[in-house]
């Protein structure tokens, strides 16, 4: 089953989002950029959707988009609503 992303969210953790979105050193970056100027999934979604990209040391790799949305809704970085 796949977990459903669609609809508002609201960040919760602003403080690490931005850190996540500004350390351009992580080539996740670029989702939290698109997380923290996006207020619907789709919104994230047709900005970096098409993205996937290889974290150093990482054994999950490629990451995309989903991936980066579902970890931060996981760990209560943002809320659904």
């Given at each position: 089953m796949r977990t459903e992303v669609s609809g508002l969210y609201r960040l919760v953790d602003d403080i690490y989002l931005r850190k996540?979105?500004?350390?351009?050193?992580?080539p996740v970056h670029v989702f939290y950029e698109a997380m923290l100027t996006s207020l619907t999934y789709e919104a994230y979604f047709a900005?970096?959707?098409?993205?996937?990209?290889?974290?150093?040391?990482?054994?999950e790799n490629p990451v995309n988009a989903r991936d980066e949305i579902l970890d931060a809704r996981r760990n209560a970085r943002i809320n659904d609503g």
């Open positions: 996540k979105a500004s350390d351009t050193s992580d900005k970096v959707g098409h993205i996937e990209v290889v974290k150093p040391n990482f054994k």
